[in-house]
């Protein structure tokens, strides 16, 4: 696969994005406006999550290689909706999942969710993984306000590849016919999913055609893997219903 950030880049990359989330909740006129892309969700509801989840992913890393749970959020939300303090609550959420990061570094073990994928239980693949549902956020509460910004490149190019990485692929065996589906960024960067017995895995394209094929900005293939976008709105290629059973499978099932 391709060189993903750096451990530095990631923490500096994870705390850019986490600013620009924070620069919409301190100028939007309401915290109660209904986020498109969350529809159960208001910017508050938002809030919370992004900082509530911070901080236990913060608590997870700080508990070591032996915790076998995550670990539950520390540091309540502001009693108010007052604006400067949750965007100061905000910045502590994030300065404790950056130093979590920083004390652990990015190769020692830590509890994740995602067992059996092709990324690894490492706070590497933590900060990897933080960055791009705090990208994704960002964008989700900039569309609320009304002006949605692109993730930027590098962000996309790498969120593409880990959600395929860390979402997509298991050992678990794959409950239908063999398949192959590849994801093409225009970007110049393209990935393979093989689903099959043997479970599914990502690798690049090797030149035989595949059964099902989707291309478009890597932004807009991250968007449409987090359901931020619909999938016809990219380009489609081949058995369809090949991405309707991947969506529809919980390899963790």
């Given at each position: 696969?391709?060189?993903?950030?750096?451990?530095?880049?990631?923490l500096?990359?994870i705390d850019?994005?986490?600013a620009?989330?924070?620069?919409?909740?301190a100028?939007?006129?309401?915290?109660d406006?209904?986020?498109?892309t969350?529809?159960?969700?208001?910017?508050?509801?938002l809030?919370?999550?992004?900082?509530e989840?911070r901080?236990?992913?913060?608590?997870?890393?700080?508990?070591g290689?032996e915790a076998?749970?995550?670990s539950?959020a520390?540091?309540?939300?502001?009693?108010?909706?007052?604006r400067?303090?949750l965007?100061?609550?905000?910045a502590?959420?994030t300065?404790?999942?950056?130093?979590?990061?920083?004390e652990?570094?990015?190769?020692?073990?830590?509890?994740t969710?995602?067992?059996?994928?092709?990324?690894?239980r490492t706070?590497?693949?933590v900060?990897r993984?933080?960055?791009?549902?705090?990208?994704?956020?960002?964008?989700?509460?900039q569309?609320?306000?009304?002006?949605?910004?692109?993730?930027?490149?590098?962000?996309?190019?790498?969120?593409?590849?880990?959600?395929?990485?860390?979402?997509?692929t298991s050992?678990s065996?794959w409950?239908?016919?063999?398949?192959v589906?590849d994801?093409?960024?225009?970007e110049?960067?393209s990935?393979?999913?093989?689903l099959?017995?043997?479970?599914?895995?990502?690798?690049?394209?090797?030149?035989?055609?595949?059964?099902?094929?989707v291309?478009?900005?890597?932004h807009e293939?991250?968007?449409t893997?987090?359901?931020?976008?619909p999938?016809?709105?990219l380009k489609l290629?081949?058995?369809?219903?090949?991405?309707?059973?991947?969506?529809?499978?919980d390899p963790?099932?």
């Amino acid at each position: 696969m391709h060189n993903t950030p750096g451990f530095p880049d990631l923490l500096r990359l994870i705390d850019e994005r986490s600013a620009a989330f924070r620069a919409v909740i301190a100028s939007v006129p309401s915290l109660d406006a209904q986020v498109p892309t969350c529809p159960e969700w208001t910017l508050f509801d938002l809030v919370r999550h992004l900082g509530e989840g911070r901080r236990a992913w913060a608590a997870t890393i700080a508990a070591g290689p032996e915790a076998t749970a995550k670990s539950a959020a520390e540091g309540a939300l502001p009693g108010s909706r007052e604006r400067a303090a949750l965007v100061a609550w905000l910045a502590a959420s994030t300065e404790q999942l950056l130093a979590a990061l920083r004390e652990a570094g990015p190769d020692r073990a830590c509890w994740t969710w995602w067992g059996t994928s092709q990324s690894p239980r490492t706070c590497g693949a933590v900060a990897r993984h933080q960055l791009h549902e705090i990208s994704v956020h960002t964008y989700d509460a900039q569309l609320t306000v009304g002006a949605p910004q692109p993730l930027p490149d590098d962000v996309a190019l790498d969120g593409a590849e880990e959600f395929l990485s860390t979402c997509c692929t298991s050992t678990s065996a794959w409950p239908h016919e063999p398949a192959v589906i590849d994801f093409h960024a225009t970007e110049g960067r393209s990935w393979r999913l093989s689903l099959s017995a043997g479970g599914v895995r990502l690798s690049r394209p090797d030149g035989v055609p595949a059964d099902a094929a989707v291309r478009g900005t890597a932004h807009e293939l991250v968007l449409t893997c987090y359901n931020r976008h619909p999938l016809d709105s990219l380009k489609l290629e081949g058995d369809r219903r090949q991405f309707d059973l991947l969506v529809g499978w919980d390899p963790n099932e």
